[in-house]
C-alpha cells in the first residue's frame, strides 16, 4: 500500500505561483508514474501532469509552459510547481500514483485527499 498526501495549496491572485507536494509513504515511489489530476465541483478528474520513471514530465495542454512536474525519489515526492496562474485552475488538486504509464483517473492505484488551489482574479 502507498498513502499519499498532498500540501501546499491555498488562495493566491492571478498571475501568482504556489508549489505543491505530495508525499508518499508506505512504498517507495521508484517504481511508480505519478499524476496529478484536479477536479471542480460536479466536473470529472480532469489530468493535468505527470512524470514517469524516468523522470520525463507529460503535460496537459491546458498547462503547458506554466506548470513544472518533478519527483525527488530519495524524499519519496512528487511536486508540482505552478506559475501564471489563472482563475480557471482553480480546483481540488490530486496526486495519483500508478505502476503504468497514462493519463486515465481509472489506471490510478493509489491516491491522496486533496489540497485546494484557489486563483482569485
Known amino acids: 500500500q502507498v498513502q499519499l498526501v498532498e500540501s501546499g495549496g491555498g488562495l493566491v491572485q492571478a498571475g501568482g505561483s504556489l508549489r505543491l507536494s505530495c508525499t508518499a509513504s508506505g512504498r517507495t515511489i521508484n517504481s511508480y508514474v505519478l499524476d496529478w489530476f484536479r477536479q471542480a465541483p460536479g466536473k470529472e478528474p480532469e489530468f493535468v501532469a505527470l512524470?514517469?520513471?524516468?523522470?520525463?514530465?507529460y503535460y496537459a495542454d491546458s498547462v503547458k509552459g506554466r506548470f513544472t512536474i518533478s519527483r525527488d525519489n530519495a524524499e519519496n515526492t512528487v511536486y508540482l510547481q505552478m506559475n501564471s496562474l489563472k482563475p480557471e485552475d482553480t480546483s481540488l488538486y490530486y496526486c495519483?500514483?500508478?505502476?503504468?504509464?497514462?493519463?486515465?483517473?481509472?489506471?490510478?492505484?493509489?491516491w491522496g485527499e486533496g489540497t485546494q488551489v484557489t486563483v482569485s482574479s
Open positions: 495519483a500514483a500508478a505502476t503504468g504509464y497514462g493519463i486515465s483517473p481509472k489506471n490510478m492505484d493509489y
Open positions: 512524470i514517469d520513471w524516468n523522470s520525463t514530465p
